[in-house]
């Protein structure tokens, strides 16, 4: 249990410090002591359920981003999932190249409860720093996941600014591999406008050599695919 409280309080630090909020700050906006709080993120309180959901709403985000945690084994979550590619995982690693700031953006996914059918609910953490405190990113958003027999879509708002929508296609994601190419279309706010661009999507994080950064980057292969269909597109 106390590994439970550990957890969940490191969470709560960490989107503390995404939301740029001190310890007596979010202490104040849930009417707890900063002693209080202090020890929550610590793990030596455990939380009540009234407090969880009063944290989650005070740093503006859901509350299974606070309980969730990465199976240790396969999933049974995830087991029936039509695509090879995401059955009995629920965290992926993904990864795209900024030519804005030349520089490599790196994202956490976690998939959590079935709520259809076919769709599950996803959050996204883009452009982490460290992936064991992922938290702590640029943008979080906040959706579903729906998987069919030969596309996955990801459809995710920003959880601070609901104005801006991400849509993510995946194809063929029924074919096994261990790295998968995705189509993100979205809206860039530097400078403000639609965009679209390619994301590698993997199982684990990936060693960020300069081979990865070129593959990432738009090729002659893609400028002639954009030549021919005069679309951006991934395969």
Not at 50 to 67: K, P, R, S
Request: glycine share 4%; proline share 3%.
């Amino acid at each position: 249990m106390n590994n439970i409280n550990q957890e969940v309080g490191k969470k709560i630090r960490n989107f503390r410090k995404w939301r740029g909020l001190t310890v007596q700050q979010l202490a104040d906006q849930i009417f707890k002591s900063k002693g209080t709080l202090s020890k929550y993120e610590s793990g030596d309180i455990t939380l009540d359920l009234i407090t969880l959901h009063q944290i989650a709403d005070a740093l503006n985000i859901q509350v299974e981003q606070l309980l969730y945690q990465e199976p240790r084994h396969a999933s049974p979550l995830m087991n029936t999932v039509q695509s090879s590619f995401f059955k009995n995982s629920t965290r992926f690693y993904s990864y795209f190249y900024d030519g804005r700031n030349n520089s490599l953006i790196r994202c956490v996914i976690d998939m959590m409860a079935q709520s259809d059918a076919n769709r599950y609910r996803t959050v996204m953490y883009m452009n982490v720093k460290d992936f064991d405190n992922y938290q702590e990113c640029e943008n979080m958003y906040w959706g579903h996941t729906e998987h069919y027999d030969t596309l996955t879509t990801l459809i995710l708002k920003n959880q601070a600014t609901p104005l801006e929508n991400l849509y993510i296609n995946i194809l063929a994601s029924f074919q096994e591999s261990e790295k998968k190419w995705g189509l993100m279309a979205g809206v860039s706010f530097r400078p403000f406008m639609p965009i679209a661009l390619k994301m590698l999507f993997s199982r684990t994080p990936l060693p960020e050599t300069p081979e990865l950064y070129n593959e990432l980057k738009i090729s002659k292969e893609d400028l002639r695919t954009l030549k021919i269909y005069n679309m951006l597109a991934v395969t």
